[in-house]
């Protein structure tokens, strides 16, 4: 990482190094029994919390919800407020449930677009190198 990219990171650039890197990444793997079809297969769950992409990601995170300003209506952080939020829906007889499996949606997503998409929105609000400085380590994460 360049030293223009250390300051959008976080200021104290030493340490936020520090819990990206891991010298000793141990992910851990182990299974989850799928109860609603037919034999209950396993479903193979990697734990990559410890891992230094996971941490990099997580890092990203926060700093596009400081610095991409969205006008989202319709996101919930957890089942519980999802839950929550539905207790005050009015539901009428004109209203339908409709669920959706989705399987491997993140393969599907285009990232050049997705990157492009990005730094559109970054640009709205913050100057080109800023946008700069969150697009680089954007690539390196999602590549």
């Known amino acids: 990482m360049n030293p223009e990219n250390r300051a959008i990171m976080q200021p104290n650039y030493p340490e936020t190094t520090h819990q990206i890197s891991n010298t000793n990444p141990n992910p851990t793997l182990h299974a989850q029994l799928k109860l609603y079809k037919?034999?209950?297969?396993?479903?193979?769950?990697?734990?990559?919390?410890?891992?230094?992409?996971?941490?990099?990601?997580?890092?990203?995170?926060?700093?596009?919800?400081?610095?991409?300003?969205?006008?989202?209506?319709?996101?919930?952080?957890n089942s519980t407020s999802l839950?929550?939020?539905?207790?005050?829906?009015?539901?009428?007889?004109?209203?339908?449930?409709?669920?959706?499996?989705?399987?491997?949606l993140y393969v599907n997503?285009?990232?050049?677009?997705?990157?492009?998409?990005?730094?559109?929105?970054?640009?709205?609000?913050?100057?080109?190198?800023?946008t700069n400085r969150i697009i680089n380590p954007l690539e390196v994460s999602l590549r």
């Open 109 to 130: 997503i285009p990232l050049k677009e997705t990157i492009n998409i990005t730094r559109t929105q970054l640009l709205k609000n913050n100057n080109t190198q800023t």
């Open 83 to 104: 839950a929550n939020g539905l207790v005050k829906v009015t539901i009428t007889d004109k209203h339908r449930l409709i669920t959706r499996d989705i399987n491997d």
């Open 38 to 77: 037919p034999g209950a297969p396993l479903r193979p769950v990697v734990n990559s919390r410890t891992l230094p992409s996971y941490k990099l990601a997580k890092n990203l995170y926060d700093i596009l919800n400081k610095h991409l300003l969205l006008d989202i209506h319709y996101t919930t952080r």
